[in-house]
Nanobody, 116 residues
């Protein structure tokens, strides 16, 4: 059963913007911390941004000032607005929902490619 579904990945040119969305199932309550990870070819998966139930956000240094994570708890949607995209932002982007030590869900991923 799919708990998280990402969408919005695409091929874009450097400097352009893209918005990723993550739709969560009913099991994912507003108590979960939501996050976006990415995995570039040949590299480990890294945390890009996260948002707590209270709305506190964190970002990896490489995207600060360019990416914005947000969530709509009523619609159960988490978004990642990505601006001024760079080739190094290329990768598969995964949505994650986590609550405590035992509730940890992942989406299937959506591909983002930044190339001229």
């Amino acid at each position: 059963q799919v708990q998280l579904m990402e969408s919005g990945g695409a091929l874009v040119q450097p400097g352009e913007s893209l918005r990723l969305s993550c739709a969560a199932s009913e099991i994912i309550s507003s108590a979960f911390t939501m996050a976006w990870y990415r995995q570039a070819p040949g590299k480990p998966r890294e945390l890009v941004a996260s948002i707590t139930p209270g709305g506190s956000t964190t970002y990896v240094d490489s995207v600060k000032g360019r990416f914005i994570i947000s969530r709509d708890t009523v619609k159960k949607m988490t978004s990642l607005q990505m601006n001024s995209l760079k080739p190094e932002d290329t990768g598969v982007y995964f949505c994650n929902a986590r609550l405590g030590l035992h509730d940890d869900y992942w989406g299937q991923g959506t591909q983002v490619a930044v190339s001229s």
